[in-house]
């Protein structure tokens, strides 16, 4: 019987191997929905939020403001900036081109 011991070590060492394969493949599967799943969330999400306006939650247009894309709401007016739209539009001019700049911004 020292030949079936082999064999008996064969098949459990390959079943070991089977197991932590598809062991590993459920936990490939799983990573790979739960990623889809926060994409559809961050997509949903972006969906309800993109281009509202954080006060009031109307709708938001993009103008050109001297060559910026600004975002101005609809409804209440607000004005949105991104991220370095301010300083291109109003800190690097002299003290003149900043109030008429304020006044363009402003509609006056």
């Not at 459920?26 to 509202?52: C, G, S, T």
């Not at 910026?68 to 003290?95: N, P, Q």
């Amino acid at each position: 019987m020292p030949g079936n011991t082999r064999e008996d070590e064969w098949f459990q060492r390959n079943e070991r191997e089977m197991l932590e394969a598809a062991k590993q493949e459920r936990l490939k599967r799983q990573a790979e929905k739960e990623a889809a799943e926060k994409e559809a969330e961050r997509k949903r999400l972006k969906d309800l939020h993109f281009m509202k306006c954080p006060k009031c939650g109307h709708d938001m247009k993009t103008e050109s403001l001297e060559g910026v894309e600004i975002d101005r709401c609809t409804f209440c007016e607000g004005i949105y900036f991104d991220a370095g739209e301010i300083e291109e539009l109003y800190l690097k001019r002299d003290i003149g081109a900043r109030q008429s700049f304020i006044r363009r911004l402003l509609r006056i």
